[in-house]
């Protein structure tokens, strides 16, 4: 098993910047590719961008390219997330994932395990 925990949400203005962790424990030698998933009210969870741990190859979605960059530490087991530039639109619980086989990174239903998510909300 693999235990994921987000953190780093929280309440920004419009322009600003936040940086979100996923700590990874337990089974992390198992895990292939991780993403961040993010879901906004009424809306169905969407792709933001995803990291293959093979050659470090990452995709973004295109409502985030030049603003957000997935990284991983792993030292500390860590992935992490850096979004810049936050607009409104980005408001949504973010969740991070793992995945076991990393053949499709951009789909959600592939992923093995699920952090619980953390709150992004930006305002104007």
């Known amino acids: 098993q693999v235990q994921l925990v987000e953190s780093g949400g929280g309440l920004v203005q419009a322009g600003d910047s936040l940086r979100l962790s996923c700590a990874v424990s337990?089974?992390?030698?198992?895990?292939?590719?991780m993403g961040w998933f993010r879901q906004a009210p009424g809306k169905e969870r969407e792709f933001v961008a995803a990291i293959r741990r093979a050659d470090g190859n990452r995709y973004y979605a295109d409502s985030v390219k030049g603003r957000f960059t997935i990284s991983r530490d792993n030292a500390k087991n860590t992935l992490l997330m850096q979004m810049n530039t936050l607009k409104t639109e980005d408001t949504a619980v973010y969740y991070c994932?793992?995945?076991?086989?990393?053949?499709?990174?951009?789909?959600?239903?592939?992923?093995?395990?699920w952090g619980k998510g953390t709150q992004v909300t930006v305002s104007s």
């Open positions: 337990g089974r992390t030698f198992t895990i292939l590719g």
């Open positions: 994932a793992a995945d076991r086989t990393a053949v499709t990174l951009t789909t959600s239903r592939v992923y093995d395990y």
